[in-house]
């Protein structure tokens, strides 16, 4: 009987033991450790970079051609318009709103409100025929021209909207920086692709005609980015990302006559810089 007992609590004390160091290694997954099922939005602003493009304009007396034309963005730098709800539109800015669809993969939708400034007073060459009645008027054949403000200015400064959707993917890369709360500190590298329409609101002055002003579906873009994201007590995060892409506006609205129209494309790269939330839904 002593015999029994002995052995008999020699078992139990044998079985209890992977017990006991299994429960104390089950711990509470942290909020980070998981994505799907969380939303998430951001807004900051960006800078950007344009390649030089052809442009065509078309009208009733006039069809030519501007070529490798070059343009800046419109730059606000730091100001308190980014946070101003009566002037949020006037800087250069991105928002996103986002679901993720598992804990690596998220769809979102936004717009990236970029500025486009011709840049004045360059020489390019044009190609083709203006019959205006004006100075300008002239068959051309690849001859320079100077892009001064009483022949041409041109801009999408209200702006050059791309709306679009993305699909991208987040990864944790905190064990890399010996980060082990992530649900305090959290560093992620994200990478998506994205495609959407141009949606500009364009400021031309073309020969002295009067200036279209609305928006209006111009086009379409495609764009790629990688970016790096800090996340601050699960739900505060800083972004930043490289976003290039290309943009074709094949009907841009240049002056109030509905006959004119412009033509476009040309390749963009973003600096980006956000700040955004993250919350379970």
């Not at 079985?15 to 099922?37: E, F, I, R």
């Not at 250069?92 to 409100?113: E, K, M, P």
């Amino acid at each position: 009987m002593k015999n029994l007992f002995l052995i008999s609590l020699l078992t139990f004390c044998a079985l209890s033991q992977p017990v006991s160091a299994q429960d104390q290694q089950v711990n509470p997954s942290k909020y980070t450790a998981h994505n799907k099922g969380k939303m998430y939005i951001f807004w900051g602003g960006n800078r950007e970079s344009f390649s030089k493009s052809d442009i065509h304009f078309k009208g009733e007396n006039y069809n030519f051609t501007l070529n490798d034309v070059s343009a800046n963005d419109k730059p606000k730098g730091w100001h308190i318009d980014y946070f101003n709800p009566a002037r949020m539109t006037i800087p250069q800015t991105n928002l996103r709103i986002g679901y993720f669809i598992s804990d690596h993969y998220n769809i979102s939708i936004g717009v990236d409100h970029m500025k486009y400034v011709m840049n004045q007073n360059q020489t390019v060459t044009i190609n083709g025929t203006i019959n205006e009645g004006g100075p300008f008027d002239g068959t051309y054949n690849n001859d320079p021209i100077i892009l001064t403000e009483n022949f041409l200015t041109f801009e999408h400064t209200d702006g050059l909207n791309y709306i679009n959707t993305e699909f991208s993917r987040v990864d944790d890369i905190s064990k890399l920086f010996k980060i082990n709360n992530t649900d305090i500190f959290q560093i992620n590298v994200t990478e998506g692709v994205g495609a959407g329409i141009l949606y500009p609101k364009t400021n031309a002055m073309l020969m002295g005609k009067e200036r279209h002003d609305d928006f209006h579906i111009a086009g379409y873009g495609v764009s790629a980015k990688v970016g790096l994201n800090f996340t601050f007590f699960k739900h505060f995060f800083l972004q930043t990302e490289f976003k290039g892409g290309y943009i074709d506006m094949n009907d841009i609205r240049t002056t109030h006559s509905s006959a004119d129209r412009a033509s476009q494309h040309f390749f963009f790269l973003q600096r980006i810089v956000t700040i955004g939330g993250i919350f379970k839904v």
